[in-house]
């Protein structure tokens, strides 16, 4: 007899991410098993169009296997918005491996809004298709006090030995005691200098805008600035928010046609239309009593300026007053919650408001405004203007991975990890924190928190996704999340390496080294395998990192820093015997990121401190031939 295998015409989304086979039927057994929605996306045509031309034009694009994927901007959102119901669901593991029984109990440093969010949290509408409520877990939220920052590098003890101390709170420091530039150290010193309204020059400063600084955060479209700028003109001297806005996006377009870094005159900077935004948007700030999302719109622009001029406390400040007046507009429909409708310029604000404080929590461990919790129950925002489909594709993929990136800081870098450690009275550090998990138990972590960044990539369209490595990619959007991925990947793989180069030596005393035992972690095969992630992901990021640290961008400040946090990984891997053979030539890639950081190290700068910190790793790279 002959004997046919059935298999589904269709596979339901969650067989077809991890390519499994479908039984199809509703639910199928693997989402049975998995505890998973099963849904089947349904194809766009009764039968495939037979020309790969046609294919195209009619939004579909041909790809492995002949499998047919719908590339229209919705489906594209649609499938972005699956992968995160579908990490959701996978906080389910991540909750088993972890050794927390209960959730985390945060300072009440965390936010002011904090409790207030997370016990109404039945108030607050649920977007997101197919989420259980029950998963509203802290599991996106980085806890006050982690220990993901660059700073803690530098606190592990054969980094102190060779540089020195540095407390926690050294680059937020460095950044609070450098003075502004220009006209903004002297904001109140004299009356409002309203700027040339030249129409030539304010469209070619728009026009830069849109091309090099809208993609990175398209939190309006071109028809709303326009509208803005027309009224602008006509009105000439009127101090509104819409004014704020225009001079915003005329003092980026400016900044970002300055491609150097010496600070030479406030025109470079853009600071004759910022100077004027700036003083609107704080008298508003202050005197508005009703929040407006215009006014939010302005403060997010604000944040990017100052993060193009790598100012992250500053942009930190912007976004966090953002972030309070969005969640004052939330406080306002509180009795409507359950059926409210989030307009689409509200959606983006929020996700905008959502990653850059995230971020600067990541980088600096700053207070939280409250923003955090609602990642949770906000829908992603669609496109609305098909000019912005794939810069809307690449802003929501971005979000994805930052929540991504916040469930790894907090499932392996919270301190509460630490608070178990088997010797208390010991003080605690970055590298014990992993020792009270237990290997079996990181391992799993690791593992699954891998295949989640794994989901997330292959999330993206085949034709936006970029290759993985250093394969030259066409935009800094298509840079920014490749970037992204390697950071994510270095930091789920760091606890490995620094196991290994932080045991106590045979013959060293206790007293002067760290306090995990020498065989704590064997280097086995697959320990030494999870080191090797971790040494490619941040060699990786470092060649990447470099073409985007020659420009300006609103992660300027945020390269610099991971770019030294990478390579003090590979000084650590390159003087750990285990892991030397592991680590290719340093010497070439460190001197790059030294040039690229001599660009914006101005005087007691935050860059001049990492160059310094750099210059002093001293590679073992071989002898050339």
Not at 9 to 25: E, S, T
Not at 588 to 600: E, T
Request: charged fraction near 20%; aromatic fraction near 10%; hydrophobic fraction near 35%.
């Amino acid at each position: 007899m002959n004997y046919t295998r059935k298999r589904a015409l269709l596979a339901c989304d969650f067989c077809r991410h991890r390519k499994r086979r479908c039984d199809g039927k509703k639910p199928c057994s693997t989402c049975k098993d998995s505890n998973a929605d099963c849904v089947y996306k349904e194809l766009p045509f009764d039968r495939c169009l037979s020309r790969p031309t046609s294919r195209l034009r009619a939004g579909l694009l041909l790809t492995q296997g002949d499998r047919v994927e719908d590339a229209s901007p919705t489906a594209v959102i649609d499938r972005l918005a699956r992968i995160e119901s579908l990490l959701e669901h996978q906080s389910q593991q991540i909750n088993q491996l972890s050794t927390r029984s209960s959730p985390v109990s945060y300072p009440t440093s965390q936010a002011d809004y904090f409790s207030t969010y997370q016990q109404q949290s039945e108030h607050l509408p649920s977007t997101s298709a197919a989420i259980d409520p029950h998963l509203d877990s802290p599991q996106f939220l980085i806890p006050k006090g982690h220990a993901t920052l660059p700073s803690t590098l530098l606190a592990l003890p054969r980094v102190s030995d060779l540089l020195g101390d540095y407390p926690r709170d050294y680059f937020f420091e460095i950044e609070e005691k450098l003075p502004l530039p220009g006209l903004l150290g002297t904001l109140y010193d004299s009356p409002l200098i309203w700027p040339s309204l030249d129409l030539n020059a304010l469209d070619a400063a728009a026009e830069n805008y849109f091309r090099n600084v809208h993609p990175h955060h398209p939190i309006f479209s071109s028809s709303m600035f326009k509208s803005w700028q027309v009224q602008l003109i006509q009105e000439e001297k009127m101090e509104e928010i819409g004014t704020a806005i225009c001079f915003c996006v005329y003092a980026l377009g400016t900044l970002c046609t300055d491609q150097g870094g010496e600070y030479d005159t406030d025109e470079a900077f853009g600071l004759q239309y910022f100077q004027p935004a700036l003083r609107i948007m704080l008298h508003k700030l202050v005197w508005d009593f009703r929040p407006s999302i215009n006014l939010c719109q302005a403060l997010l622009l604000a944040a990017s300026y100052f993060s193009h001029l790598g100012r992250p406390l500053h942009s930190w400040k912007m976004a966090q007053f953002s972030s309070r007046i969005f969640l004052t507009l939330v406080e306002s429909r509180k009795h409507n919650l359950s059926s409210a409708q989030f307009e689409e310029v509200e959606l983006r604000t929020f996700w905008q408001c959502f990653t850059v404080e995230c971020d600067r929590i990541a980088e600096l461990d700053v207070p939280r405004s409250g923003i955090e919790p609602l990642g949770d129950r906000m829908r992603l925002p669609h496109s609305t203007d098909p000019a912005d489909n794939e810069n809307t594709i690449y802003f929501i993929a971005e979000h994805a991975i930052r929540r991504l990136l916040n469930r790894i800081h907090n499932s392996l870098y919270g301190p509460e990890i630490s608070q178990t450690s088997p010797n208390p009275a010991m003080p605690t550090g970055p590298n014990q924190a992993w020792q009270s998990l237990g290997i079996q138990k990181l391992l799993g972590l690791t593992a699954e928190l891998n295949r989640q960044l794994e989901e997330w990539y292959i999330s993206i369209p085949d034709w936006l996704r970029p290759p993985k490595g250093t394969m030259p990619l066409p935009n800094d959007r298509a840079r920014v999340l490749r970037l992204r991925y390697y950071a994510a990947r270095h930091i789920i793989h760091r606890p490995f390496i620094l196991q290994l180069a932080c045991r106590q030596p045979e013959g060293q005393s206790p007293a002067s080294s760290s306090v995990l035992s020498p065989d704590a972690y064997s280097e086995t095969p697959l320990v030494l395998e999870k080191c090797q992630t971790c040494i490619d992901s941040c060699v990786t990021y470092l060649y990447n990192a470099v073409e985007m640290m020659d420009k300006r961008s609103p992660y300027l400040w945020t390269f610099s820093q991971s770019c030294m946090a990478c390579l003090l990984m590979m000084w650590l891997a390159d003087n750990t015997p285990a892991l030397h053979p592991y680590v290719p030539p340093m010497r070439s890639v460190q001197n790059m990121i030294l040039a690229k950081l001599g660009k914006w190290a101005i005087k007691d700068s935050t860059f001049a401190a990492e160059a310094h910190i750099i210059e002093r790793l001293d590679f073992s790279d071989p002898m050339e031939a």
